[in-house]
Protein backbone atom coordinates (compact mmCIF):
# COMPACT_ATOMS: atom_id res chain seq x y z
CA UNK A 1 0.00 0.00 0.00
CA UNK A 2 1.25 3.52 -0.78
CA UNK A 3 1.76 5.75 2.30
CA UNK A 4 0.09 8.56 0.39
CA UNK A 5 -3.80 6.21 0.36
CA UNK A 6 -2.61 5.01 3.87
CA UNK A 7 -2.53 9.08 4.58
CA UNK A 8 -5.44 9.93 3.29
CA UNK A 9 -7.38 6.41 4.45
CA UNK A 10 -6.81 8.48 7.89
CA UNK A 11 -7.89 11.70 6.89
CA UNK A 12 -11.04 10.11 5.45
CA UNK A 13 -11.59 8.31 9.05
CA UNK A 14 -10.85 11.01 11.09
CA UNK A 15 -14.10 13.16 8.98
CA UNK A 16 -16.34 10.24 9.44
CA UNK A 17 -15.73 9.88 13.25
CA UNK A 18 -16.09 13.74 13.36
CA UNK A 19 -19.18 13.17 11.47
CA UNK A 20 -20.45 11.15 13.89
CA UNK A 21 -19.53 13.31 17.05
CA UNK A 22 -17.30 10.63 18.40
CA UNK A 23 -13.92 11.98 19.57
CA UNK A 24 -10.34 9.96 19.78
CA UNK A 25 -7.93 9.72 22.37
CA UNK A 26 -5.03 11.93 22.49
CA UNK A 27 -2.28 9.54 21.12
CA UNK A 28 -4.07 9.42 17.63
CA UNK A 29 -3.47 12.71 16.93
CA UNK A 30 -0.20 12.79 17.37
CA UNK A 31 2.72 13.66 14.52
CA UNK A 32 5.97 11.40 13.67
CA UNK A 33 7.52 14.29 15.20
CA UNK A 34 5.66 14.38 18.12
CA UNK A 35 5.91 10.70 18.67
CA UNK A 36 9.79 11.00 19.08
CA UNK A 37 9.69 13.30 22.08
CA UNK A 38 6.98 10.94 24.37
CA UNK A 39 9.17 8.78 26.95
CA UNK A 40 7.88 5.68 28.59
CA UNK A 41 5.07 7.30 29.94
CA UNK A 42 3.43 5.69 26.89
CA UNK A 43 4.70 2.61 27.16
CA UNK A 44 1.41 1.20 26.92
CA UNK A 45 0.42 2.58 23.85
CA UNK A 46 3.64 0.94 22.22
CA UNK A 47 3.59 -2.60 23.91
CA UNK A 48 -0.32 -2.95 23.51
CA UNK A 49 -0.53 -1.13 19.81
CA UNK A 50 -2.86 1.18 20.28
CA UNK A 51 -3.68 3.72 17.86
CA UNK A 52 -4.02 3.31 14.44
CA UNK A 53 -4.01 0.31 12.05
CA UNK A 54 -4.99 0.03 8.47
CA UNK A 55 -5.28 -3.60 7.27
CA UNK A 56 -5.29 -5.10 3.56
CA UNK A 57 -4.29 -8.50 4.86
CA UNK A 58 -1.54 -8.26 2.86
CA UNK A 59 -3.37 -8.20 -0.48
CA UNK A 60 -3.16 -4.93 -1.75
CA UNK A 61 -6.59 -4.46 -2.70
CA UNK A 62 -7.48 -2.54 0.54
CA UNK A 63 -10.91 -1.26 -1.77
CA UNK A 64 -12.35 -4.28 -1.62
CA UNK A 65 -10.15 -6.42 1.66
CA UNK A 66 -9.45 -4.38 4.33
CA UNK A 67 -10.43 -1.34 7.00
CA UNK A 68 -9.01 1.55 8.81
CA UNK A 69 -9.31 0.27 12.96
CA UNK A 70 -8.17 2.73 15.79
CA UNK A 71 -7.65 0.54 18.68
CA UNK A 72 -8.68 2.93 21.53
CA UNK A 73 -8.07 0.45 24.34
CA UNK A 74 -6.62 -3.45 24.73
CA UNK A 75 -5.15 -5.69 27.39
CA UNK A 76 -2.25 -7.85 26.87
CA UNK A 77 -2.56 -11.70 26.93
CA UNK A 78 1.56 -11.69 26.91
CA UNK A 79 2.38 -9.14 29.61
CA UNK A 80 1.25 -8.69 32.72
CA UNK A 81 1.94 -5.42 33.21
CA UNK A 82 -1.17 -4.79 31.66
CA UNK A 83 -4.21 -6.82 33.04
CA UNK A 84 -7.08 -5.02 31.17
CA UNK A 85 -9.23 -8.13 30.31
CA UNK A 86 -11.21 -6.06 27.70
CA UNK A 87 -10.50 -3.74 24.63
CA UNK A 88 -12.30 -1.21 21.90
CA UNK A 89 -11.90 -0.68 18.43
CA UNK A 90 -13.49 1.87 16.17
CA UNK A 91 -13.60 1.16 12.39
CA UNK A 92 -13.78 2.67 9.03
CA UNK A 93 -15.67 -0.15 6.37
CA UNK A 94 -15.83 1.83 3.28
CA UNK A 95 -18.20 1.02 0.82
CA UNK A 96 -17.12 -1.84 -1.44
CA UNK A 97 -14.62 -3.50 0.78
CA UNK A 98 -15.48 -6.32 2.83
CA UNK A 99 -13.36 -8.51 6.49
CA UNK A 100 -12.82 -11.67 5.55
CA UNK A 101 -14.27 -14.56 7.45
CA UNK A 102 -12.84 -15.77 10.19
CA UNK A 103 -14.06 -16.57 13.99
CA UNK A 104 -11.73 -16.40 17.14
CA UNK A 105 -10.99 -19.49 19.79
CA UNK A 106 -11.11 -16.92 22.68
CA UNK A 107 -12.42 -13.49 22.01
CA UNK A 108 -16.10 -12.64 22.68
CA UNK A 109 -16.85 -9.76 20.67
CA UNK A 110 -19.69 -7.39 19.79
CA UNK A 111 -19.67 -5.62 16.44
CA UNK A 112 -21.56 -2.40 16.54
CA UNK A 113 -22.49 0.31 13.91
CA UNK A 114 -21.97 3.46 15.26
CA UNK A 115 -23.39 5.64 11.96
CA UNK A 116 -23.20 5.76 8.45
CA UNK A 117 -24.14 3.18 6.56
CA UNK A 118 -25.80 -0.23 7.26
CA UNK A 119 -23.43 -3.64 8.18
CA UNK A 120 -23.84 -7.06 6.87
CA UNK A 121 -22.43 -9.72 9.24
CA UNK A 122 -22.22 -12.99 7.51
CA UNK A 123 -22.51 -15.76 10.10
CA UNK A 124 -21.78 -19.63 10.02
CA UNK A 125 -21.41 -22.13 13.48
CA UNK A 126 -17.29 -23.26 12.76
CA UNK A 127 -16.62 -27.61 12.74
CA UNK A 128 -14.23 -29.45 14.59
CA UNK A 129 -11.92 -28.96 11.74
CA UNK A 130 -12.70 -25.79 10.81
CA UNK A 131 -15.19 -26.05 8.33
CA UNK A 132 -18.49 -23.87 7.96
CA UNK A 133 -21.09 -25.89 9.90
CA UNK A 134 -24.97 -26.49 8.53
CA UNK A 135 -26.24 -25.61 11.30
CA UNK A 136 -28.92 -23.15 12.21
CA UNK A 137 -27.03 -19.73 13.86
CA UNK A 138 -28.08 -18.89 17.58
CA UNK A 139 -27.85 -14.92 17.18
CA UNK A 140 -27.41 -12.68 19.85
CA UNK A 141 -28.04 -9.03 19.44
CA UNK A 142 -28.77 -6.06 21.46
CA UNK A 143 -30.84 -8.07 23.94
CA UNK A 144 -32.81 -10.22 21.19
CA UNK A 145 -31.37 -14.45 20.81
CA UNK A 146 -33.18 -15.64 17.53
CA UNK A 147 -31.55 -18.47 15.28
CA UNK A 148 -30.84 -17.78 11.32
CA UNK A 149 -29.86 -20.43 9.15
CA UNK A 150 -26.06 -21.09 8.29
CA UNK A 151 -24.44 -18.43 6.42
CA UNK A 152 -27.09 -15.52 6.97
CA UNK A 153 -26.00 -12.10 6.07
CA UNK A 154 -27.29 -10.34 9.32
CA UNK A 155 -27.83 -6.85 9.00
CA UNK A 156 -27.10 -4.05 11.31
CA UNK A 157 -28.44 -0.51 10.56
CA UNK A 158 -26.77 2.18 13.08
CA UNK A 159 -27.09 1.89 16.97
CA UNK A 160 -27.48 -2.02 16.40
CA UNK A 161 -25.47 -4.73 17.50
CA UNK A 162 -24.23 -8.37 17.61
CA UNK A 163 -22.68 -9.99 19.75
CA UNK A 164 -19.81 -13.01 18.55
CA UNK A 165 -19.07 -16.08 20.33
CA UNK A 166 -15.79 -17.64 19.99
CA UNK A 167 -15.87 -20.45 16.99
CA UNK A 168 -18.41 -18.26 15.76
CA UNK A 169 -17.21 -17.46 12.04
CA UNK A 170 -18.45 -14.25 10.73
CA UNK A 171 -17.01 -11.41 8.11
CA UNK A 172 -18.36 -8.44 7.14
CA UNK A 173 -19.63 -5.90 4.26
CA UNK A 174 -21.47 -2.43 3.87
CA UNK A 175 -24.84 -3.16 2.18
CA UNK A 176 -24.45 -1.50 -1.21
CA UNK A 177 -25.56 2.05 -1.69
CA UNK A 178 -25.95 2.79 2.32
CA UNK A 179 -22.73 4.30 2.50
CA UNK A 180 -19.29 4.21 5.06
CA UNK A 181 -20.30 2.76 8.01
CA UNK A 182 -18.42 3.70 11.26
CA UNK A 183 -18.07 0.49 13.19
CA UNK A 184 -17.09 -0.12 17.01
CA UNK A 185 -15.82 -3.25 18.77
CA UNK A 186 -16.13 -3.57 22.30
CA UNK A 187 -14.65 -6.87 23.37
CA UNK A 188 -12.62 -9.18 25.75
CA UNK A 189 -8.32 -8.61 25.15
CA UNK A 190 -7.48 -8.78 21.82
CA UNK A 191 -4.56 -10.92 20.92
CA UNK A 192 -4.41 -10.54 16.89
CA UNK A 193 -1.64 -12.64 16.42
CA UNK A 194 -2.62 -16.29 18.05
CA UNK A 195 -6.58 -15.55 18.79
CA UNK A 196 -7.88 -15.07 14.67
CA UNK A 197 -8.76 -18.03 13.19
CA UNK A 198 -9.16 -17.05 8.89
CA UNK A 199 -11.07 -18.92 6.82
CA UNK A 200 -8.74 -18.83 4.24
CA UNK A 201 -5.54 -17.91 5.18
CA UNK A 202 -4.13 -14.44 5.24
CA UNK A 203 -1.85 -12.03 5.62
CA UNK A 204 -2.27 -9.21 8.36
CA UNK A 205 0.20 -5.28 7.80
CA UNK A 206 0.01 -3.81 4.57
CA UNK A 207 4.03 -3.62 3.06
CA UNK A 208 4.34 -0.02 2.54
CA UNK A 209 5.38 2.11 -0.16
CA UNK A 210 6.98 5.23 1.08
CA UNK A 211 6.00 7.51 -1.35
CA UNK A 212 5.19 10.86 0.78
CA UNK A 213 5.74 11.53 4.62
CA UNK A 214 3.16 9.79 7.18
CA UNK A 215 0.79 11.61 8.46
CA UNK A 216 -0.20 9.33 11.57
CA UNK A 217 2.10 6.50 12.59
CA UNK A 218 0.36 2.91 12.21
CA UNK A 219 0.47 1.16 15.78
CA UNK A 220 3.36 -1.21 14.60
CA UNK A 221 5.54 2.26 13.71
CA UNK A 222 5.95 3.89 16.92
CA UNK A 223 9.97 4.91 17.71
CA UNK A 224 11.61 3.47 20.97
CA UNK A 225 10.73 5.57 23.92
CA UNK A 226 12.75 8.62 24.99
CA UNK A 227 14.92 8.02 28.17
FE1 LIG B 1 -13.75 -10.85 14.69
Redesign the pocket.
Known amino acids: MKRSKINAVIKDMEKLIKEHGFEIPPFCNWTPEEWKSKSHEYDEIRDNMLGWDITDYGLGRFDEVGFALITIRNGNVKDDRYTKPYAEKLLMVNEGQMAPM???WN?M?D?INRGGGNILITVYNSTEDGGFADTDVTVHSDGRTYTVPAGTRVRLIPGESIT?QPYLY?DFHVEEGTGDVLLGEVSMCNDDEND?RFYEPIGRFPSIEEDEPAYRLLCNEYPAAKE
Do not use: A, L, P, S
Open positions: HFHKEIIHN
